[in-house]
């Protein structure tokens, strides 16, 4: 399976490039009123209004650097109502892509309740890395209100 | 920020004086990650504030849906008229062969045999099957080519007016044909399809094609 690498706080953490659409820039967002910090902000990718979550303030609990490494993963992301929506996750040094076996990655050991996206962990030559789970970034209260109760007509 | 990274490839790498103990492993700087670790590194500056803006520019625009053409034709000219056979079809062109005449058999589709590199294969007139008249004088600079077309793994040779190239299209870029049309080209063709250079070309339908060659010829 090829994942891309993300580094944040010195640590590594690995993506699956499976339910990744594209990968672009960090633009600037226009930001939710009141939202919760890790909410971004919104990003109008082609027209449309993509909600876009901060994994570097999820993980390390700053705002993600303006670099250009830094760069906004659209995925498409499994909704509660078994539908996918587009989704932008914002992360910090995007730079290369890896191929890791399956069966290589072993459960952590530990589940933070308040991280459920972190994933099971793999021994790569750099260090330990951890395979984060898109599918569970997002709170389902908030997953309903940023994706599967909204109304998406313009 | 340059000043960061430290250009020991121009120092002890092959750009300096090749002390590096690591190229006997890698051989070429290019090969070490230390070099690609500094190349990564270049990554890491701030992003410039145009190029951003430029980005969000390009972002927010409705990609256009690109037409990708998924299946490819042969387009030839017979007479005045273009027509297309699907590539994968095709086996060859080349100069035209001199036609040997079968005796004692006067089918109007089966001309004779051609022999290509020793194999002799049947020679069929395109022009009569589809109706064509031949073009009285051929326009310069073009040149009549003989086509190999293979169907069930048997090969069928023709003549065509003029070779026009390979053209890709899209399934739905296909137009039903005009109902007006009677012609004995318009039997053997599933579709129109417009070139952008407004040129209409006839896509053949090659198994009702084949199959009237076939019957024709075992009369």
């Known amino acids: ?154 | 920020m340059s000043t960061d990274i430290r250009t020991c490839w121009k120092e002890i790498g092959v750009w300096g004086d090749a002390s590096c103990e690591k190229l006997e492993e890698h051989i070429h700087c290019r090969n070490c990650p230390v070099f690609a670790a500094a190349g990564q590194s270049l990554l890491d500056r701030p992003a410039p504030d145009h190029y951003l803006a430029e980005w969000a520019d390009d972002l927010a625009r409705v990609k256009e849906q690109q037409r990708t053409g998924d299946q490819s034709v042969f387009v030839f000219r017979l007479g005045d008229e273009y027509f297309g056979l699907p590539v994968r079809r095709i086996v060859e062109i080349m100069d035209p062969q001199p036609i040997r005449k079968i005796p004692h058999r006067k089918s109007p589709l089966l001309k004779g045999l051609v022999s290509i590199r020793g194999q002799l294969q049947l020679y069929i007139s395109l022009h009569d099957l589809l109706g064509v008249t031949r073009a009285a004088a051929a326009a310069p600079g073009t040149r009549a080519r003989m086509c190999i077309f293979e169907q069930d793994g048997q090969h069928w040779v023709f003549t065509i007016d003029e070779c026009i190239g390979i053209h890709r299209y899209a399934a739905e870029d296909v137009q039903p044909l005009p109902t007006t049309l009677d012609k004995a080209a318009g039997k053997y063709s599933e579709g129109v399809l417009r070139q952008d250079d407004a040129r209409t070309v006839g896509l053949l339908d090659v198994a009702t094609m084949i199959n009237h060659i076939s019957k024709s010829i075992r009369k």
Do not use: W
């Open chain 1, 1 to 154: 399976m090829l994942f891309i690498k993300l580094e944040t706080a010195g640590q590594e953490y690995a993506l699956a490039v499976r339910s990744i659409v594209e990968i672009v820039p960090y633009v600037a967002l226009r930001p939710y009123a009141d939202a919760p910090a890790y909410v971004a902000g919104m990003l109008n990718f082609r027209g449309r209004v993509v909600p876009v979550i901060d994994l570097v303030r999820l993980l390390a609990g700053r705002a993600a650097a303006q670099r250009l490494s830094t760069r906004i993963i659209l995925i498409d992301y499994p909704a509660a109502d078994h539908r996918t929506y587009l989704v932008g996750i914002l992360a910090e040094a995007i730079t290369s892509t890896h191929s890791y076996e399956n069966p290589a990655f072993v459960d952590p050991g530990y589940a933070p309740p308040d991280k459920p996206f972190l994933g099971k962990v793999v021994c790569d030559t750099e260090g330990i890395i951890q395979r984060i789970e898109p599918t569970n970034l997002l709170p389902p209260d908030l997953e309903a209100q940023l994706l599967t109760r909204r109304d998406t007509r313009p």
